[in-house]
T-cell receptor, first 114, second 115 residues
Framework: QKEVEQDPGPLSVPEGAIVSLNCTYS??????FMWYRQYSRKGPELLMY????GNKEDGRFTAQVDKSSKYISLFIRDSQPSDSATYLC??????????????FGKGTKLSVKP | SAVISQKPSRDICQRGTSLTIQCQVD?????MFWYRQQPGQSLTLIAT?????????ESGFVIDKFPISRPNLTFSTLTVSNMSPEDSSIYLC????????????FGDGTRLSIL
């Protein structure tokens, strides 16, 4: 069983739709959870960064962490064609994202159609 | 966040040769990391570049294959040695502030193809 599972998609939605992206994980020691967005031929760009369980909102983006279920989600409201990219979840143990090993999902490719 | 520049952005190399990838940051950072992103695979940490000491390598990666330098707090290099087609990948540099719990930020990567 891989440490982090993420559906690779591709996921195609119409403009304005609500998008739900998810990852599951097996290591209960993970405490820091991140979502990165990666456009073609670019590096991963940090979107959301959360600690432990709960929700965090930033504009059209909401990150949810459910540690009891080992499940994290990223919601995108009012999706735009510019949101078309690959979304990577990442997580790490108690040393946080700046230290230690970030474990990534394989990424979900999202396409938002005008 | 810091601006991270990687050079070269892409290269095509012959098998058996070596290539050095540079990572330059516009501010001093405590932590610098090197990752590999193979097609269809997750980003995988190669090593942590430590300023003033040897890099710390993850399981499956060795110094002879991926020597790393970190001469100061704004610069690091990764060399991919004796390359084979299996080394064709994207290599990414990331950085993080030294304060606790700061997330990593990535450069745009080096796209490497081995013939």
């Amino acid at each position: 069983q891989k440490e982090v599972e993420q559906d690779p998609g591709p996921l195609s939605v119409p403009e304005g739709a609500i998008v739900s992206l998810n990852c599951t994980y097996s290591n209960s020691a993970f405490q820091y959870f991140m979502w990165y967005r990666q456009y073609s031929r670019k590096g991963p760009e940090l979107l959301m960064y959360t600690y432990s369980s709960g929700n965090k909102e930033d504009g059209r983006f909401t990150a949810q962490v459910d540690k009891s279920s080992k499940y994290i989600s990223l919601f995108i409201r009012d999706s735009q064609p510019s949101d078309s990219a690959t979304y990577l979840c990442a997580m790490s143990d108690g040393y946080g994202g700046s230290q230690g090993n970030l474990i990534f999902g394989k990424g979900t490719k999202l396409s938002v159609k005008p | 966040s810091a601006v991270i520049s990687q050079k070269p952005s892409r290269d095509i190399c012959q098998r058996g040769t070596s290539l050095t990838i540079q990572c330059q940051v516009d501010s001093q950072v405590t932590m610098m990391f090197w990752y590999r992103q193979q097609p269809g695979q997750s980003l995988t940490l190669i090593a942590t570049a430590n300023q003033g000491s040897e890099a710390t390598y993850e399981s499956g990666f060795v110094i002879d294959k991926f020597p790393i330098s970190r001469p100061n707090l704004t610069f690091s290099t990764l060399t991919v040695s004796n390359m084979s087609p299996e080394d064709s990948s994207i290599y990414l540099c990331s950085v993080a502030a030294g304060t606790a719990n700061q997330p990593q930020h990535f450069g745009d990567g080096t796209r490497l193809s081995i013939l």
